[in-house]
Each structure stands twice: as C-alpha cells, then as structure tokens.
C-alpha cells in the first residue's frame, strides 16, 4: 500500500478516480435495467420523459451533471441526484481498494503478476457489490444475471493468481470457505424462509470463496460482520419504529459490507480475537 502523497501515486489514484467513476456509471444503467430484465448495452442511455438520447458530452460522470445542472438538456427533466452519487463513490472506493492491495515494485515478477490480478479480483467484486447493494435496496432482490457470472470470472481469476504464485493452499481454502458460507446461509433459508432469500445462499457462496482465499481470519470476519451490522441496523429500525417485525430489510447490503470488513481487515481484527483469548 502507497503510504505517501507522491506525484507517481496522485497519479494513480486520478486514473483510478477517473476510471471509477466510468465503472458507475455503466453500473448506473445496470441498477435501472437488469432488475426490469432489459439489456445493460442496448439501447443508448435517453431521457426518460422525452426519449432523446444522451449526447456523449452530457455522458461524462459527475461533470455532465454539474454542467446541467441535474436536468436534461432537452425538456429539463430532473436527473436524480443518486447518478453523480453512484459515479462518485464508486470511484472513491476503486480508489481505496487500488491504493489497499497495490502491489509492491519490490515483489518478484511471478507474485507481483499474481497480485496484480487479484487487484482485478476485488475491483470486479467492488463494482458488483455497488450495483448488487443498491438494487437489493430498490427492489430486495439479487439477480441472478449478476450474481450467477461472478462464480465462474472469481473463479478463473483466482486461479490465474495461484498459478503466478504457487499458493494453491489458498485456491483449497478458498473453495471450502464457499461451501462453508454457502452452506450456512442454505441452512438459514431453509430453517427461516421469510428471513434469509436464495438470492443471499447464491451471493454467500461467491463471497465466501473469496474471503477464504484472503485467509481463514477475513471469512470469520466477513461472516460474523455482516450479521453484526445488519442485526444492529434492523433492531436501530425497530427501535425507533420505523419498521415493525414483519417487514423485510434486505440483508445483501449488509452482506457485502461485511465481506469488505473481512476484505480491508478481517486478517487484523481476526489476530487481535485471538490474541485477545489466548489463542496466539
């Protein structure tokens, strides 16, 4: 991780600001049109309320929305806030994830090649969490166009990893720990059907088999996490009664808040567990 301010890491972290917040904004189009079973590539993006189609000038992330000042040049339609929110963040968080797992020059070409693509692992995972979270959000529901293809682009990937750094051991955990997670989260949809979705038991597996190639700490970590955060929030709902028992809160955000808390520290918050009980 880059520790300093030097003019090589501005650099990095504008290019990957810059390509962040494209990734949004595709990922934009895909929370509006997957969950509505419409293609992500065609047609063009246009305004909703006179169809003309987005001029690419008025298609460039965040500044487009400034310039116009959140209206469509063509009627003045609002354009919502959460666009230029969805482009933002999700080139914040490229950026943080980048500037967390960026290899070391110092790294020996083979684990250097192999850090470099488990770099590409975990963007490909931030930018599904980004559109997964908010259409669990929009709709409590997690599709299986999105879910469903990331078993087999993780997958590969890792394994492209462990061939350039001969970890297989990592590969073997990472596939116990998505049976592990998956398995968990089958047995809570089968005992509490009305609390916990397939669309969860689907997304587990993919989420276990990474953190478990991460190390044993950040799946202990990401699991235990994601129902800690998420317990917390729905008793906060229930608390200040903006919810009752009955309704349902999609647990998939959470989830993958979770994950990423056994991602950027389950290795740390896991040592500190067991050094806080004896065990190390």
């Known amino acids: ?17 810059v390509f962040g917040s494209a990734i949004g904004s ?3 189009v895909v929370v509006h049109r997957v969950p509505a079973g419409r293609s992500v590539v065609a047609p063009a993006s246009a305004c909703p309320r006179c169809g003309r189609s987005i001029r690419g000038f008025d298609n460039v992330p965040v500044l ?3 310039i116009l000042r959140g209206h469509c040049r063509d009627c003045e339609a609002p354009i919502p806030m959460r666009y230029p929110l969805v482009e933002t963040a999700t080139a914040v968080l490229f950026v943080v994830v980048v500037f967390s797992f960026l290899p070391m020059s110092g790294e020996v070409p083979s684990m250097l ?12 995972l931030m930018a599904c969490s980004v559109a997964l979270a908010l259409i669990d959000l929009d709709t409590h529901t997690l599709p299986n166009r999105i879910v469903l293809p990331m078993y087999p682009v993780v997958a590969l990937l890792l394994v492209g990893v462990t061939i350039a750094t001969g970890d297989w051991g990592a590969l073997a955990r990472g596939s116990v720990g998505a049976f592990i997670l998956g398995g968990a989260y089958l047995a809570l949809a089968l005992a509490v059907p009305r609390g916990m979705g397939f669309g969860d038991v689907k997304l587990a597996g993919v989420l276990g088999l990474v953190l478990a190639y991460l190390g044993w700490g950040p799946l202990a970590v990401g699991a235990f996490a994601a129902f800690l955060l998420g ?24 989830m993958l808040v979770g994950a990423w808390t056994g991602i950027f520290s389950g290795g740390t918050i896991w040592d500190a567990y067991l050094r806080l009980i004896g065990l190390a």
Do not use: C, E, K
């Open 231 to 254: 317990g917390s929030f729905g008793v906060g709902l229930l608390l200040l009664r903006r919810v009752n028992r009955s309704s349902g809160i999609p647990f998939g955000p959470w």
């Open 113 to 124: 090649i192999g850090q470099i693509v488990l770099l590409v692992v975990l963007l490909y």
């Open 64 to 66: 487009s929305w400034l």
């Open 1 to 17: 991780m880059i520790a300093v301010l030097t003019p090589f890491s501005v650099a990095i972290a504008a290019f990957v600001a």
């Open 26 to 28: 595709f990922l934009n």
